[in-house]
């Protein structure tokens, strides 16, 4: 009897030192009049899985972030389904299905141009072997019951399973609580659950910035700790994330919560430099506070254009120092980009097509300073010239290139043919011109401050697929 209470003492003693995350057996289960959700947010084919498969006898829910929307009243951007039923058992339940993933296999339910990502409940980790030395989840590949695979998620407001049919929140971690009081609460021991997967900081960060919650002191605390832990987070995972963050339409919010929590350092290598820098600073926080109104409006980010603005200064410094050093301008810039691009790929793997997309954006840079005969007629046909425009037109915002190149761009991009012709043969007299005269208010020197002449040459060569 002693004993046995003892014990008990013992497992709770040991249960509050460890706090692993506690997977409560029964949920709270929270009706349509207390939780509120508006069906009308709900995806038809969302729910349509959910019906299929507990037609078959199955459990299903919706399940993650998209719960978490709906309590908040936001139209999810896409909806996730959870469920008791296998793979195997899945895919022949839908007409177009597929399975996919190596390690953990989910199904991806398709209808029309909506994939409704469905997988089943995961089990907790079974111990140290599948962990790196630094506590990092290596792999968890076996199923479980949905309190273990409400544990194994993130924060307490992505743990909630919406059933459609009962129009019941299932709520195991106080999620619902969560949400209203506008808390992010990791489930589980803070500093265990980042160190198993330490990209969880940065969804902290994404989270906190993009829903305006406040991370609760607890989840809080051993982020500056940890943030150096980031370095182990395998490259294209990295990448996933900072993409996610930096299109999540609160960007600029993201980085300064960064900043705050010290986690800018290393992510992107060179993005902490570029905050240090008051010049780049501004550059990067135009396009970010730029990128995010787009998001807002709906419109498509292009990655490599984001990627392109935020390495833009590291590029700018290697040109001038290569031009300095006396090299050519156009191969100088060649070779500047190569540089960048290899030290970023090294520690975030930016897919090829997003770096060649970011290496015609910034070739095409020094292409706009030509003005005079056929050139700019030939840059009008390059594909990427509408993202290598509005890059200059960043720049010129910021005073990094003359506001009057790009108002020339934007006129000349709206004019007639005739009137096209005649603006590059005005060009062309005044390129008759001295020289110094042409170009006041330039770039300070180097790489930017070429002359038409100059820039010809390499331009041609410098035309990569356009
Ligand atoms: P978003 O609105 O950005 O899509 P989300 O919460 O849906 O937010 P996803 O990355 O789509 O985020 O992940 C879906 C769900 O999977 C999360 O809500 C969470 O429950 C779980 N999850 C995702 N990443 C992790 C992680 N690193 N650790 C634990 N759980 C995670
Ligand atoms: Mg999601």
């Known amino acids: 009897?002693?004993?046995?209470?003892?014990?008990?003492?013992?497992?709770?003693?040991?249960?509050?030192?460890?706090?692993?995350?506690?997977?409560?057996?029964t949920p709270k289960r929270i009706a349509a009049a207390e939780h509120g959700i508006d069906r009308a947010l709900v995806s038809k084919h969302a729910i349509r899985t959910c019906e299929t498969l507990q037609a078959a006898g199955f459990r299903a829910y919706i399940v993650g972030g998209a719960v978490r929307d709906l309590l908040l009243?936001?139209?999810?951007?896409?909806?996730?389904?959870?469920?008791?039923?296998?793979?195997?058992?899945?895919?022949?339940?839908?007409?177009?299905?597929?399975?996919?993933?190596?390690?953990?296999?989910?199904?991806?339910?398709m209808f029309g141009n909506e994939t409704i990502e469905t997988s089943t409940f995961r089990a907790l980790g079974t111990g140290e072997k599948d962990t790196d030395e630094h506590g990092r989840v290596l792999a968890d590949n076996t199923f479980g019951e949905q309190n273990e695979d409400a544990a194994r998620r993130d924060f307490t407001v992505n743990a909630m399973y919406y059933d459609p049919t009962q129009q019941e929140v299932l709520d195991y971690h106080d999620g619902v609580r969560d949400v209203?009081?506008?808390?992010?609460?990791?489930?589980g021991?803070?500093?265990?659950?980042?160190?198993?997967?330490?990209?969880r900081m940065l969804r902290a960060v994404r989270f906190a910035a993009?829903?305006?919650?406040?991370?609760?002191?607890?989840?809080?605390?051993p982020i500056g700790r940890l943030a150096g832990l980031i370095e182990n987070v395998p490259a294209a995972r990295l990448f996933d994330e900072m993409l996610k963050l930096l299109t999540s339409g609160h960007a600029v919010g993201c980085i300064e919560r960064l900043r705050a929590e010290g986690l800018h350092h290393g992510l992107l290598p060179m993005l902490d430099v570029i905050l240090d820098q008051p010049q780049g600073e501004r550059?990067?926080?135009?396009?970010?506070?730029?990128?995010?109104?787009?998001?807002?409006?709906?419109?498509?980010?292009?990655?490599?254009?984001?990627?392109?603005?935020?390495?833009?200064?590291?590029?700018?410094?290697?040109?001038?120092?290569r031009v300095a050093a006396g090299e050519h301008r156009l191969p100088a810039l060649d070779l500047a980009i190569d540089r960048v691009l290899e030290a970023q790929t090294e520690k975030l793997a930016i897919q090829r097509r997003y770096s060649s997309d970011m290496r015609e954006i910034w070739m095409m840079q020094p292409r706009f300073e030509?003005?005079?005969?056929?050139?700019?007629?030939?840059?009008?046909?390059?594909?990427?010239?509408?993202?290598?425009?509005?890059?200059?037109?960043?720049?010129?915002?910021?005073?990094?290139?003359?506001?009057?190149?790009?108002?020339?761009?934007?006129?000349?991009?709206?004019?007639?043919?005739?009137?096209r012709v005649r603006m590059t043969q005005q060009r062309t007299e005044s390129a008759a011109a001295p020289r110094k005269r042409r170009r006041g208010g330039r770039r300070k020197s180097g790489a930017g401050a070429g002359t038409d002449t100059e820039a010809t040459a390499g331009a041609e060569g410098g035309d990569a697929n356009g």
């Open 73 to 109: 009243g936001i139209a999810p951007k896409d909806f996730d389904v959870a469920t008791d039923a296998t793979p195997e058992q899945i895919k022949p339940l839908f007409r177009r299905a597929i399975i996919i993933g190596r390690r953990f296999r989910l199904v991806h339910v």
């Open 210 to 221: 993009k829903l305006g919650f406040e991370i609760d002191a607890e989840t809080r605390e």
């Open 283 to 321: 550059f990067v926080m135009l396009a970010l506070s730029r990128t995010d109104e787009r998001v807002r409006a709906g419109k498509h980010i292009a990655p490599g254009f984001l990627f392109a603005t935020l390495l833009w200064n590291e590029v700018l410094k290697q040109w001038d120092a």
């Open 1 to 25: 009897m002693i004993r046995r209470l003892v014990q008990r003492v013992q497992d709770s003693v040991q249960t509050l030192l460890t706090r692993k995350p506690r997977s409560r057996r």
């Open 180 to 187: 209203r009081r506008r808390r992010l609460r990791i489930i």
């Open 189 to 199: 021991d803070p500093e265990g659950r980042y160190r198993e997967d330490p990209v």
């Open 370 to 419: 030509r003005r005079n005969g056929q050139a700019p007629l030939r840059l009008l046909e390059h594909l990427r010239l509408r993202a290598g425009y509005d890059f200059l037109l960043l720049r010129c915002d910021c005073a990094e290139a003359p506001a009057e190149l790009g108002q020339w761009w934007t006129n000349f991009m709206n004019a007639d043919e005739e009137t």
